[in-house]
């Protein structure tokens, strides 16, 4: 670890920050700690073992320090359980951004008086706002400021965050006003996306698609692998060519509803621009006889300078995931610079939230894996309670390597709807056969092509990601309903909420341009899947929820799933899907350029520590959407 820096407040920044008088705060972020006139804030203390394998970052570098700032934190979390409870007399009565800025966000004179310290430390203020003051400067004159040593951590995924080695601290004047600090270098990295595999079909109706489709099915169980050797005493099936949206909205009941999300605003958290989006999207649609974007239907709002997404298979898969559940929904893809939190991914968020661009928002990104620093919690966490009160549900992929790799941050937080991966059968004229959860093993044929090695069902290829949080306890609406989530005596958060397909190796249709050459792109025909494909699925079915609901948010919505456990609303994913001890497996190949692959599905039991089964479980959690998922919530509520 590199040795600690010292420092000594100077007087110029006591004497500022004592002439500034500031009233009515009231957050218990910042406690004193024996600082004088200094007080601690809290939420960034390191978390245990964060200190290992830290570097110094060079005094002369550049940083961003986001001051998260507000009145009544406690309040804040109060009101959005409140308007999330069904239970609750204020339950479905929403705030608009105005009134919880007036509620909640810090008065005119706090944030002068942060904004002045900032600027007395030598750091240039370049956003304020009543919950955001942010500031760009050296790390020497930002340690200064904080009393605290800025280092770079090394997390297991995701971007290297900025932390202190101790505690940060700040003036008294201003310590009541703040929950939290994130320092971050000033030019924001990337967070990462779930894994996606690489896949190719032509344009529908051309000679490439033919020969690929000889090798790929119009629906499940459609084309039978009869020159190939068999698995679990049948002939196997070749995988669908990727479903397509119709598909989907008649195996989850959308097309029976009628319902198209007309009315409801959807939002895409991205971290990158996709400039060709939309025309990538119209094509896709009329490539598939399915209705394109109306005009003004489509919105991209991107951040100045926010990095160049041509060819981001995610925006895509996104994007026409929403719109193919959806299809008269408006769809806003929201990109972020990091320059108002500090966080290229909470900042297309906290634009949504300030300016309630959405009724319900989707992101299949994630900052790293568990642990994260708590000061990343907290921030997230009131832009998070922000949307509750204002009825806006977060939609988060939760992962798609099973087990094999911790939780993800955001994707585990008790205030987001975690959506993990299913396999689904749709059969012919859009029927759905079975659906089992998405944990997957293969195996490829051999080289005489007359086995499959190693034997089926061969090795874990992937698979949603779920299990227990070491970090977060059990929430309220969980009780009852999830079980085995005992750590060290206490009950504690359960991943994942709410299920959709995410099996790759079934998928789902995309159309996307890639860069081909310089300054030059191609579009093309992909199928793709994970739980990146699951968020905006089920994203996409509740914006028909909210139509269904004469256009009444949701809001945090987990409280109302969770009334639904263990009802038609949801359909209960086992790793059994056809009620008998029947293993389904099929065949995939050349639309992911490979050889002959064996793809057994439903291996819960692969994983170490992940369940299917009857009821809430740590791959499907309470399941997928069933035959009365629009019904439970079509009513307005009361």
Known sequence: MPSRRIFTTSALSVAAASSLLIGGMGTAAAIPAGHGTRDVVASTAPI???????????????????????????????????????????????????????AYGATAAQQRAVST??????????????FVIS?????????????????????????????????????????GAISTIRVSPAITPMGRHEAMKASAIAAPGSKAAAAIQQECSGYYGQKQASTLPGAYGKTLSWAPCGYRPTQLRDAYGATRSGLTGRG????????????????DANRWARDRHFPPFKPGQYLANIAPHAFNGVGDIESALDIESVHGMAPAARVNYVAGNGSITGDILLDPLDTIVTYGIASVVSSSWFEG????????????????????????????????????????????D???????????????????????????????????????????????????????????????????????????????RVVP?????????LGYQIGVSVPIGHHQIKYTNQVNGGTSLS????????????????????????????????????????????????????????????????????????????????????VSGLGSPGPAFFRSFGSKPR
């Open 48 to 102: 245990p073992g964060q200190n290992a394998g830290l570097r110094a970052m060079p005094l002369t570098g550049k940083v961003r320090v986001s001051v998260f700032v507000g009145r009544d934190q406690a309040g804040l979390a109060a009101a959005a359980a409140a308007v999330s409870d069904p239970a609750s007399p204020r339950y479905a009565r929403y705030f608009t951004p105005a009134q919880v800025r007036a």
């Open 117 to 130: 310290w900032l600027a007395r430390s030598g750091l240039a203020v370049t956003h304020r706002d009543p």
């Open 135 to 175: 500031a760009l400067g050296t790390v020497a004159r930002a340690e200064a400021a904080l009393q605290s040593p800025l280092e770079l951590s090394h997390p297991r995924g995701g971007v290297a965050p900025v932390v202190s080695s101790t505690a940060m601290s700040v003036p008294k004047a201003v310590g």
């Open 264 to 279: 409801v605003s959807v939002a895409i958290l991205s971290e990158d621009n996709d400039s060709t989006a939309l025309r």
């Open 369 to 412: 894996y568990m642990p994260v620093p708590k000061s990343m919690i907290t921030a997230w966490e009131g832009v998070l309670q922000r949307a509750a009160v204002e009825g806006i549900t977060v939609n988060f992929a939760t992962g798609d390597f099973g087990d094999e790799t911790p939780l993800q941050y955001p994707g585990s």
């Open 414 to 492: 008790p205030w987001i709807t975690l959506i993990g991966g299913t396999s689904l059968a749709i059969g012919a004229h859009g029927r759905n056969l079975w659906e089992t959860g998405w944990e997957t093993e293969e195996a490829t044929l051999s080289k005489d092509g007359t086995s499959w090695v190693p034997a089926p069902p061969g090795h874990f290829a992937e698979g949603s990601t779920g299990g227990v949080s070491k970090t977060f306890r059990e929430p309220y609406y969980q009780r009852g309903v999830v079980t085995g989530n005992i750590v060290n005596g206490v009950r504690m």
């Open 497 to 505: 909420d709410v299920s959709a397909l995410g099996d790759w190796n």
């Open 535 to 618: 968020s905006p699925l089920f994203t996409g079915l509740e914006a028909d929820l909210i139509q269904g609901r004469g256009g009444i948010p949701v809001g945090f919505a987990n409280p109302e799933l969770y009334n639904y456990a263990n009802t038609a609303t949801f359909h209960d994913i086992t790793n059994n899907p056809q009620g008998q001890n029947v293993t389904e497996a099929t065949v995939f190949g050349r639309i992911y350029r490979l050889p002959p692959t064996l793809s057994t599905m439903g291996q819960c039991l692969a994983t170490k520590h992940l369940a299917c089964g009857p009821g809430y479980d740590t």
